[in-house]
């Protein structure tokens, strides 16, 4: 176990959720609820947009979902949608294992997405479940950009508060860290460019926001609220992550246990890691396993992407889960009976 690569992943995917969480509620508030009006009634773009989000390779489209969710701008079926849909990291191994079969995948798991979301939106009504009742970050407060942006900025560089301040160090001091490369993504990827700007726009709202929108909705509930309770489950989760068998393990035990190789696929596919679905993604590049059940492990798992809403909502967390492996199951049999 290497506990300093632990920390740092749980911290930048912590980075990520946090910056995300501004962008959305930025958006949000800027539009004074028009994107939350956009979305919500119009469940089709609820779906098409989530599933979008999650084939997108990585965690990032995964990471926005559980924002868009916790703000109320999507749905539960969306959610569960997009989730189906995201591969999390193994998207970047499968597309050089196999980029042809890669993208016929995600172009599988993009449709399941928008196909099982309002089937999951109707069995959780009919169900009585009532998703995301533990977060209400959508209120929308009209004062908050009444002035314009360089008149609150003028007035902020003139005089400002000891909180703008000390955020401000805050966020420069992220900033730093990340460009160079202490924590976030390795490399000069696309993935820690778009932190970099998410960043960037925060340390900008640091200076330009009003003084109730940088304490109340930045500081207090984004930072205070959800961004601790994000690390603590993220980094808990990959530290549980590290004590389970190793791939070598598991690898022998499923060619040992075929019969079992779809329920075994669905439930590595619960666990919040990208990790455990290698297997199956060496296991189909080598031949040892067909297609159905790289699916469903697919189809199940979604990298780190549930990981963010583990610290709003556990029980939302395993309903999302429960739906995701009966559905993957159900399609992962299917596709297996007709040779797939």
């Not at 980029?99 to 016929?104: D, E, N, S």
């Not at 609150?152 to 160090?169: E, V, Y």
């Not at 109340?216 to 530290?239: D, K, M, N, S």
């Not at 779809?262 to 297609?291: C, E, K, T």
Request: overall charge positive.
């Amino acid at each position: 176990m290497d506990f300093l690569a632990i920390l740092r992943e749980a911290v930048t995917i912590t980075l990520f959720v946090f910056s995300m969480m501004v962008f959305v509620d930025w958006l949000n508030v800027r539009s004074r609820g028009r994107m939350k009006q956009a979305l919500r009634g119009r469940r089709w773009r609820e779906y098409t947009l989530s599933s979008f989000l999650g084939s997108t390779p990585g965690c990032l489209g995964a990471f926005m979902n559980v924002s868009m969710y916790v703000h109320g701008l999507i749905g539960f079926g969306a959610l569960v949608g997009g989730m189906i849909a995201t591969s999390g990291d193994a998207a970047y191994i499968m597309l050089s294992l196999f980029p042809g079969k890669a993208l016929l995948l995600f172009a599988g798991l993009f449709v399941a997405g928008i196909v099982f979301g309002p089937l999951a939106d109707l069995i959780a009504k009919r169900l009585g479940i009532r998703p995301c009742e533990e977060c209400d970050l959508q209120a929308i407060h009209p004062e908050e950009f009444e002035k314009g942006r360089w008149e609150t900025l003028r007035a902020t560089l003139r005089h400002p508060s000891p909180t703008r301040i000390l955020f401000f160090l805050f966020m420069i001091a992220l900033l730093v860290i990340t460009v160079l490369g202490i924590v976030g993504p390795e490399g000069w990827g696309w993935m820690r460019i778009t932190l970099i700007i998410l960043l960037s726009l925060g340390t900008l709202l640091s200076l330009s926001s009003s003084e109730h929108y940088l304490k109340e909705h930045i500081i207090v509930h984004i930072l205070r609220r959800h961004t601790l309770r994000v690390f603590l489950w993220t980094f808990g989760a990959l530290l549980v992550i590290s004590f389970l068998p190793s791939e070598e393990a598991v690898h022998t035990f499923i060619q040992a246990h075929m019969l079992w190789v779809f329920l075994f696929a669905g439930l590595l596919g619960v666990i919040p890691d990208s990790g455990p679905h290698m297997i199956f993604v060496m296991m189909f590049a080598s031949g040892l396993v067909p297609f159905s059940v790289l699916f469903v492990s697919s189809f199940v798992q979604d990298g780190h992407g549930m990981l963010p809403l583990l610290s709003v909502s556990l029980r939302d967390s395993l309903r999302v889960k429960a739906f995701n492996l009966v559905f993957g199951l159900a399609v992962g049999g299917v596709l297996y009976l007709f040779g797939f």
